[in-house]
């Protein structure tokens, strides 16, 4: 949104409803499957993501539009549905052991750095 704005010198070149708009609707018709996704209705797909506006750092909220858009961060998603199946809920990661996939990914950063014969800053 803000690149649109700053290539075409307009303040109103993209309003965030209208990238929503693009992101929902306009990523179902470029998929070609807008009669199954794109908008909430009965007998579609959907995937849900519930952002908690109730943060200080989105206050005040003046349009959800432009506090999703411009201010919202995945800090903000409180929860999380991907066909039926809840992926976040309260914040929380339910698909997966945080805790073990950062032991993990730890591990597989060590043997890349290894490899590439790079020193690795993460024990420092």
Request: charged share 20%; aromatic share 4%; glycine share 8%.
């Amino acid at each position: 949104v803000l690149l649109q704005k700053v290539h075409h010198l307009d303040a109103m070149a993209l309003l965030p409803g209208e990238s929503i708009e693009m992101a929902c609707r306009g990523g179902a018709k470029a998929f070609g499957t807008e009669d199954q996704t794109g908008m909430i209705g009965v007998g579609r797909k959907a995937d849900l993501v519930i952002v908690d506006l109730n943060s200080v750092f989105l206050a005040p909220v003046h349009s959800v539009e432009s506090a999703l858009v411009f201010n919202a961060s995945p800090a903000n998603v409180s929860h999380v549905v991907v066909d039926g199946r809840v992926l976040i809920d309260e914040g929380n990661v339910t698909f997966v052991d945080e805790n073990e996939l950062l032991a993990e990914s730890r591990i597989a950063a060590a043997r890349v750095f290894k490899a590439a014969g790079v020193e690795s800053r993460l024990n420092r």
